[in-house]
């Protein structure tokens, strides 16, 4: 069986679990096991990250940028789509005035962060089955700072679904989020000893496909804290209201109802050892696969 390792923010942004992640990763393929990184759900904006947007646009995907990170730090054999399957794209409007909103739902979070574009990846037979969601009125109105070209370039082999409101890319989300996290993940660990998995923000625990891990890792800067994961999953669907998926139930809202089995702490300038490591409850007595 592929051990499962779960990295989960203290945080809501910056608690470090991506610079976690390449650490572990170095330290568990140096000792001659196999592995994946798993990012399931990301985004990133196309002004504040602008390098990374460069990067998406040469590979013609958006993509998580801690997903190349972490995978930088070890060899993949799987497309970086199966272990990034559902990524966003946020994108700054162009003002008429200062302080101007976008009249739709797309620009929930301000008029620099309007939600562009969507994708989703599956695994099909040998190939990868890719859907991007796209607010193509207002890239085709020109409202937004990426041009219609940039946007095609992103979208290369994708199937693309027009959106023009975030109660449609929230219909599309409840209808195919756990089908396509779920089948990524299936292929993504099916051959390699250990799987790190890397939630999104503060999320207490990533998707509901998801039924047991190994390994709970909390991570804030210089701090790392292990915790039962049996307990750990039950406290975040105890704490899990209405139809919600279980993503949206963040760590503070369970911190309260567990306490860690054990505590690290750590320098950015530093790496993790085996022995750090099997005190956070990752057993290096794991059989390795052929």
Known sequence: MTMRVLLVGMNS??????????????????????????????????????????????????????????????????PIELANPVHSLFVPMKLERPLQNLPNTLGLAGANSILTMERFSRPDNSDIDTTVLVAQQLLEDEQLIISQEEAGMLTK??????????????EFERLNFERYVSDAFTKLERSVDIVIIE??????????????????????????????????????????????????????????????????????????SVNEIEKLGISFHTGKKD
Not at 47 to 64: F, P
Not at 207 to 218: A, E, K, N
């Open 13 to 78: 942004f910056d608690s470090g679990k991506t610079q976690f992640a390449v650490k572990l990763s170095r330290t568990l393929t140096e000792n001659g096991y196999s592995i994946e990184y798993f990012k399931p759900l990301s985004g990133h904006n196309y002004w504040y990250k602008y390098d990374h947007t460069q990067l998406c646009l040469r590979k013609g995907i958006i993509v998580s940028a801690d997903a190349i990170e972490v995978r930088s730090a070890f060899e993949s054999k799987q």
């Open 157 to 170: 082999g994708a199937a693309i679904l027009s959106i023009s409101n975030l109660e449609e890319v929230q």
């Open 199 to 272: 939630g999104f923000n503060n999320a207490a625990w990533p998707w509901d496909g998801l039924g047991s891990v190994d390994s709970v890792i909390l991570i804030s800067p210089g701090n790392i804290f292990s915790y039962d994961p049996e307990r750990f999953k039950k406290a975040a669907y105890l704490m899990n209201r209405g139809n919600l998926p279980i993503r949206e139930v963040t760590f503070g809202r369970i911190s309260d109802l567990l306490k860690p089995t054990s505590h690290l702490e750590i320098r950015p300038d530093t790496n993790i």
